[in-house]
């Protein structure tokens, strides 16, 4: 903290704190209002003299109704948590027991291994979009779930690898040792001991997997055609784009209904396991 | 039982040779240390008896069993961690039961030893709590305890007690010997600490560069080192050394350098008959010298300038110039001295040391 006179803290900390979140904010501010402010006003002229664009006396439930009633958002909801959960899941599992490997056992190029994984997952999407559509078709995945549970971990993977590997190598390796000599085989002292003091990575690495498939935008684009398998993020954008014009209750509404679950996500476990799990070794 | 042998042992970490031909014989219910400086090989030397390092040449057997290829938890061993290597996510009574669980005790057996345990190291009330909740002196006892469930053929300690405060790590040091006692298991101590070694050893094994320098009983290594590193590493304050030639005049022996010309006792004169001329080091010990007086008359005497006086209360430490080097003397609290003083000073004849210059042996 700035130590000093009262003024220098408001300066110094408040003020630039205020603007930061002000800036941070304004889109979540935009996108809630946007959501609830009926079309009288949103279709208003900016000049027109009761123009107000941030703030609405006539709050209505219309748009989300809309999405409702009117689109396939529900089963692209469905959709998404179920594409997002699954492909979260084949991630973790694989990135945990990878990155245990790579930062345990010691074998020939494991090093050289471990950055070519984290080199597989700075290739671009939109260039690996290409060979993976081609890939899609020959098994006549298109337009199914599993074209997306089954590219997804193409960047999922190397991004969960990466992060348990840094995990591991940080959980103390006399912790395994000692579990190895109380008994336990290799792979029960990693199910026993080593996993459940990972936990915190292996959530973190799951929250982070679940947000970047649960957002992402260019595979779902290109591998899924028909409006009822389609994504949040694609059917929204796909379905109330029409031409050019430009549905923004129902696009702001279904914007906001599909980060809810991201944010609960975030809080609900950053706050629960991330913290405290140390205090195993030295006194 | 637990009787541990090892017989040519060696490790290569690569090109690095960190452990060199060691051959040991650990009896059954003995306390061994092993000491040295940190890189001597002396951990790499337990975790190659634990199993958890692999043996570059050698065999290791326990109670006449050969068990260089057997995994850690078929050696029937515990290991005390120098890090405790408490698991975090359980608690403290799920930490002392792992390793019975894992062999597949009855329920009521394990129940049996872990209370057995935690009432020997008197942590019955803290069977509930997690290690994050645990003081260190804490965490070391449940590491004990853990260890002391298995009823294993050996302990093995790594450093235990090195993370602790000063006045604990004494406290400890007492309750483990206590244990050991109480237990009579055969254990194996590594240790950097050559008081914790002195003090808990049956016998003591020194190391330096993967090579056995010495193994013996305490009072052993101390009055008979057998090699200038070993005299160096047991004792503290350590013992000094004075490089010097001997020459023969008027039937004795006389050892001198540019400080110092003091007459040989005749016993340490009889050893040293082969080498007159030659280059040889002296070793005398701090306690085993003092400012001469009518009761040293006909002992090795010589001159010193006192640099520094450290009042330790019990004793009094001497920094003194001799010559061109510095030797340290422990004297009586009463002694009257001042920085500065030129001081006569006597050693204990038979109490004097001497080692090859060249090969450091002892002589």
């Given at each position: ?148 549970i089954l590219t997804y971990p193409t960047f999922l993977i190397p991004f969960c690898t990466w992060i348990m590997m ?118 | ?221 101390y009055n008979q080192p057998a090699n200038k590193f070993v005299a160096g590493f047991i004792g503290s304050p350590a ?116 080692f090859d210059a060249q090969t450091e042996a002892a002589i």
């Open positions: 903290m700035i130590e000093g006179a009262r003024w220098r803290k408001w300066v110094f900390f408040y003020v630039p704190m205020a603007l930061f979140l002000l800036f941070l904010l304004f889109p979540f501010y935009w996108m809630v209002i946007t959501s609830v402010r009926p079309d009288g006003e949103l279709y208003r002229p900016w000049n027109s003299s009761n123009y107000n664009p941030f703030w609405t006396w006539k709050p209505t439930w219309d748009h989300v109704r809309y999405l409702f009633e009117e689109t396939l958002f529900a089963s692209w909801l469905w959709n998404t948590t179920f594409i997002a959960l699954a492909s979260t899941a084949i991630s973790l599992v694989c990135g945990v027991f990878a990155g245990y490997a790579l930062s345990r056992l010691n074998f020939p190029f494991a090093g050289s291994l471990g950055t070519a994984i984290f080199i597989t997952y700075l290739v671009p999407q939109t260039l690996l979009f290409i060979p993976l559509a081609e890939i899609i078709r020959n098994y006549r995945l298109g337009d199914t779930p599993w074209s997306l840094g995990y591991f190598k940080a959980v103390p390796k006399e912790l395994e040792e000692c579990a190895r000599i109380d008994g336990a085989s290799r792979w029960q002292a990693m199910l026993y001991i080593v996993i459940p003091v990972a936990v915190p990575g292996i959530l973190s690495a799951g929250i982070f997997a679940f947000t970047l498939s649960w957002n992402e935008f260019i595979y779902a684009l290109v591998f899924l055609s028909s409006p009822e398998q389609k994504t949040v993020p694609v059917g929204v954008t796909s379905e109330l784009i029409r031409g050019d014009v430009f549905y923004w209750g129902p696009l702001m509404a279904g914007a906001l209904l599909g980060s809810i679950p991201v944010a609960i996500a975030y809080s609900f476990f950053v706050e629960h396991y991330v913290a405290g799990l140390t205090g195993s070794v030295k006194g | 039982m637990g009787q541990v042998v090892l017989k040519g042992i060696n490790k290569f970490f690569d090109s690095v040779h960190a452990v060199k031909d060691v051959n040991l014989q650990i009896r059954d219910k003995e306390f061994m240390v092993f000491v040295g400086p940190s890189g001597c090989g002396k951990t790499t030397t337990l975790r190659m008896i634990a199993g958890l390092e692999a043996i570059s040449s050698g065999d290791i057997s326990i109670d006449g069993n050969v068990v260089n290829e057997l995994a850690p938890m078929d050696r029937d061993i515990a290991m005390v961690f120098q890090n405790y290597a408490l698991y975090p996510h359980m608690t403290v009574y799920d930490n002392m039961a792992f390793g019975l669980k894992m062999r597949k005790f009855e329920k009521p057996e394990i129940d049996k030893r872990v209370l057995e345990a935690a009432e020997i190291l008197g942590i019955g009330e803290l069977l509930q709590r997690r290690p994050r909740q645990l003081s260190g002196g804490q965490r070391q006892r449940v590491a004990l305890g853990r260890a002391i469930v298995r009823h294993p053929r050996v302990f093995l300690f790594d450093e235990p007690l090195s993370n602790l405060d000063a006045k604990l790590r004494v406290q400890m040091r007492v309750e483990l010997k206590k244990l050991h006692l109480r237990l009579g298991t055969t254990a194996i101590y590594v240790t950097h600490d050559q008081v914790e070694a002195m003090t808990l050893g049956d016998r003591v094994v020194v190391m330096k560069d993967g090579v056995v320098q010495q193994v013996g009983e305490p009072l052993e290594l013992m000094n050394f004075a490089a010097v030639t001997v020459t023969e005049a008027n039937g004795s022996l006389i050892a001198e350098n540019s400080g110092l010309r003091i007459r040989l006792p005749d016993e340490t004169a009889q050893r040293l008959r082969g080498h007159i001329g030659r280059e040889l080091m002296l070793g005398v010990r701090p306690e085993d010298l003092t400012v001469a007086g009518s009761a040293d008359l006909g002992h090795p005497c010589f001159d010193a300038v006192i640099e520094v006086v450290e009042q330790l209360g019990s004793e009094i430490l001497l920094d003194m110039k001799v010559g061109e080097s510095i030797m340290v003397a422990s004297v009586e609290p009463t002694a009257r001295v001042r920085v500065g003083d030129k001081l006569r000073v006597a050693m204990r004849p038979s109490r004097l040391h001497v």
